[in-house]
C-alpha cells in the first residue's frame, strides 16, 4: 500500500486528454469534412463549440441567497372570482408559496384573466393571510392599473401593514404597448404617471418592487435571447429614467424595478439568459454610479413552445425549462399549466404545474448551490456572447431614443420579425422540432380536459393615438395544428381522415426507415398513413391502393430498391388513380425519371413539411 499523501487517480495509467488528441480523433470521423459541421448557432448567429473547456478564475453571478429556494408562484386566473380563490386557497395549501393575479387584458392573461374591480380582487383573496410571506405579483394591464391601488385599499380594510407584503406590483406600460400595438398617452405622461403611482405606493409603506421589465413581450412574439435581454433592460432604464424624473433618487429607484423572463426547453440558452441578465443590469447600475445589488427576476414558462397536440409533452418541456431558469437564478417561477393552449386548466394540470417545482426543489435540491453553471465552459460562453449581442442591441435601442422612441420607429418590431421568420422556416423544415406536433404525432390521441370558463370582456383602454407594429403573441406548433383541425373537420364531416397509402418496395430492411419517416412527416398534418408490408409485383402494389381507400401514396424504399423499382411502382400507382405521388426521399439524379414515372413530390429531412402538407390539401379540394 502506498502512503496516504500518495496522490490515487482513476485514470494514472492512461495519457492525459487533450483537445488536440480529440481534434485528431475528430479528424478521423469527419473524414474531410470542415469542423465548422460540428459547430452549431443559436438563432442570434452564436457559435456552440462541440466542446469547451472549463472556464478558469469563473465566480457565482450573485442571484437569490445562497441555498434559498425560488418562490412557486401559481397563476389565479380564473374569470369567477369565487372559482379563482379556490384554486388559490387549494395551490397554497398544497405547495405553492406565491399567486400572480392574472388580469383581463393583460399581457400573458392568454384570453382569461380576472375582472380588474375593488370586488373582484377583495374575492379572490378572501381567506388568505397576505402577510404570512406569501408572494403576489400583479399581472397587470392597461385596464388593470387600478388594480394596485385596489390592492392597497384592501390591506388597509383588512388592518394588514403594507410593509409586511411580499407584493410586485407590476406596472409596464411599456410593455402593453409593445403587444397592442398602440398607446393613448405620449410616453412623457406616461412616465409621469408611473413615478407618481409608485411614489404614492412607496409613501403608504409598500417595499415594491412596482415597475416590470419584461421580456416575455419578445419571447412569445418569436424573438431571440439577445433581443429579449435588451428589450427587458432598455425597458429597465427607460422606467429608471422616469423615477429619477419623478423625484425618486436613483438607489431606491433601482430597487423599485424587477425584470421578467420566459424560460423554455433549451436548457443551455435559457441558463446562459438568466445569468446574462444579471450581468447587464449590474453594468446599467455601474453605469449610474451605483454598486450593483442583485436584480429580482420573475420567470415564466414559455407560452410559445406549448402546444395543443399532445399537450403532455408540455409537461416534459415546463421541467425542462423550470430546471434551466432554476439554476440559472430566477428568483420566482411560475409554470404554465400544460393545457393552458386549449383553455383554462383544471384541478390535475394545476397540480401538475406545482408539483413540477416541488419535486425540482424538494426532491432535486436544485436550488442548494449557488450559480452551478459558474466556470462551465459552454454556458459560460454563452454566458458571456449573449451579454455581448444584448448589450449590442441595447445600445442600438438608446440611439434610437430609448425603448419607446425604438418602438414608434418599429425598430424592434423590424428584428423580432426577422427573426420569427426564420423560425418559422425552421418549424416548417422541422429542423426546429415540436414534438407531438411536428414530430411523432398521434392521431388517436384524447383530447386533454379544460374548464369551461367565459372570459371577461372590456373596454378598450382610451383611444389609440399612438400607433406601431404589435408585436403578437404566438405559439410554434400553430401551422401544423391548423392542418389537424383541418383533418379533424374532415373527420367530423365524412367519418374519415384523408388518407395517403405507403407503398412499401422490398423487404422491412429496405423501406422500415423511410415509412416511419414518411408515416411521421404526412401525420403531423393529420393525413393518416396506411402501412403495408412491402410489395415487388406492381400490379399487387396497384390492388392494394385500389383497396386502402386512400387518395395519396408515397413510395417507401432504400435508393437501391427506387433504381429498380421505383419506376414500375410509379407507374402502377398512377394508372390506379393515385390523386398524388409522393417519394420519401432524395431524388437526386434520378429526379426526371421518377418524375416522369409518376412521382410529383419528394418529402425528405429538411424540406419544407409545412409546404408540402398545405399543398396536400390545396390538392384535395382540385
Not at 405521388?581 to 418524375?595: H, N, Q
Request: hydrophobic content about 45%; glycine content about 8%.
Amino acid at each position: 500500500m502506498g502512503s496516504e499523501s500518495e496522490e490515487l487517480r482513476l485514470a494514472a495509467e492512461f495519457p492525459p486528454a487533450t483537445r488536440e488528441a480529440w481534434l485528431k480523433l475528430v479528424d478521423g470521423v469527419l473524414k474531410g469534412a470542415p469542423f465548422e459541421k460540428l459547430v452549431g448557432k443559436t438563432s442570434d448567429g452564436l457559435k456552440i463549440e462541440p466542446i469547451y473547456p472549463r472556464t478558469a478564475g469563473a465566480k457565482p453571478i450573485a442571484g437569490r441567497n445562497p441555498a434559498q429556494p425560488w418562490q412557486i408562484m401559481q397563476r389565479a386566473d380564473h374569470p369567477d372570482a369565487a372559482q379563482a380563490n379556490a384554486q388559490a386557497l387549494h395551490d397554497l395549501e398544497n405547495g405553492a408559496n406565491g399567486l400572480t393575479l392574472v388580469f383581463a387584458g393583460s399581457n400573458g392573461a392568454r384570453g382569461m384573466g380576472l375582472e380588474p374591480t375593488a370586488k373582484t380582487l377583495a374575492r379572490v383573496l378572501d381567506g388568505i393571510y397576505l402577510d404570512a410571506g406569501i408572494a403576489i405579483e400583479l399581472n397587470i394591464g392597461p385596464q388593470s392599473r387600478g388594480a394596485a391601488l385596489h390592492f392597497a385599499e384592501l390591506l388597509k380594510a383588512t388592518n394588514v401593514a403594507p410593509a409586511s407584503v411580499d407584493c410586485r406590483f407590476g406596472f409596464d406600460p411599456i410593455g402593453a404597448a409593445a403587444v397592442g400595438g398602440s398607446s393613448p398617452d405620449a410616453w412623457t405622461d406616461i412616465a409621469k404617471t408611473v413615478a407618481g403611482g409608485v411614489a404614492g405606493l412607496a409613501s403608504m409603506g409598500f417595499k415594491g418592487p412596482f415597475v416590470a421589465a419584461d421580456g416575455r413581450v419578445i419571447h412569445d412574439a418569436g424573438g431571440t435571447e439577445a433581443q429579449e435581454l435588451a428589450f427587458a433592460i432598455a425597458s429597465g432604464v427607460a422606467y429608471l429614467r422616469a423615477l429619477e424624473a419623478g423625484g425618486i433618487a436613483l438607489d431606491d429607484a433601482r430597487r423599485m424595478i424587477y425584470a421578467r423572463l420566459s424560460a423554455d426547453a433549451d436548457q443551455f440558452l435559457t441558463m446562459a439568459k438568466f445569468r446574462a441578465l444579471r450581468l447587464l443590469w449590474a453594468r446599467i447600475e455601474q453605469s449610474c454610479g451605483l454598486i450593483p445589488q442583485p436584480l429580482f427576476i420573475s420567470s415564466e414558462t414559455a407560452w410559445r413552445m406549448l402546444t395543443q397536440r399532445d399537450p403532455n409533452v408540455n409537461m416534459l418541456r415546463a421541467t425542462g425549462a423550470v430546471f434551466s431558469a432554476g439554476l440559472g437564478g430566477a428568483n420566482s417561477i411560475c409554470v404554465l399549466p400544460y393545457t393552458l393552449a386549449l383553455g383554462l386548466p383544471d384541478a390535475f394540470a394545476r397540480r401538475i404545474a406545482r408539483n413540477t417545482q416541488l419535486i425540482l426543489l424538494e426532491e432535486s435540491n436544485l436550488a442548494k448551490v449557488a450559480d452551478p453553471a459558474a466556470g462551465s465552459g459552454s454556458i459560460e460562453a454563452l454566458t458571456s456572447e449573449l451579454c455581448a449581442a444584448a448589450w449590442s442591441q441595447f445600445q442600438d435601442i438608446e440611439r434610437a431614443g430609448g425603448v419607446w422612441a425604438a418602438l414608434e420607429q418599429n425598430l424592434i418590431q423590424k428584428k423580432v420579425a426577422a427573426a420569427r421568420t426564420e423560425r418559422d422556416k425552421n418549424i416548417a423544415r422541422r429542423k426546429d422540432v415540436l414534438t407531438g406536433a411536428s414530430e411523432f404525432p398521434n392521431l388517436h390521441e384524447a383530447l386533454a380536459d379544460v374548464l369551461n370558463a367565459k372570459p371577461i370582456m372590456l373596454k378598450p383602454h382610451g383611444e389609440a393615438k399612438y400607433k406601431f407594429d404589435a408585436l403578437t403573441p404566438i405559439r410554434l406548433a400553430a401551422p401544423f395544428e391548423a392542418l389537424r383541425d383541418t383533418s379533424d373537420t374532415i373527420l367530423k364531416a365524412t367519418g374519415a381522415r384523408p388518407k395517403i397509402f405507403l407503398a412499401s418496395l422490398g423487404t422491412p430492411a429496405d423501406f422500415t426507415a423511410r415509412a416511419t419517416f414518411a408515416k411521421s412527416f404526412f401525420e403531423t398534418g393529420g393525413i393518416e398513413a396506411i402501412d403495408t408490408t412491402g410489395f415487388s409485383d406492381p400490379a399487387a402494389l396497384a390492388a392494394a391502393f385500389k383497396s386502402s381507400d386512400a387518395v395519396f401514396a408515397c413510395l417507401c424504399s432504400s435508393d437501391a430498391i427506387y433504381a429498380t423499382h421505383a419506376t414500375d411502382a410509379a407507374q402502377a400507382l398512377q394508372a390506379a388513380g393515385a390523386k398524388h405521388i409522393y417519394l420519401a426521399g432524395r431524388p437526386d439524379d434520378k429526379e426526371a425519371d421518377y418524375k416522369a414515372a409518376g412521382v410529383q413530390t419528394f418529402v425528405f429531412a429538411g424540406g419544407d413539411a409545412l409546404a408540402t402538407l398545405t399543398d396536400a390539401y390545396a390538392k384535395l379540394k382540385g
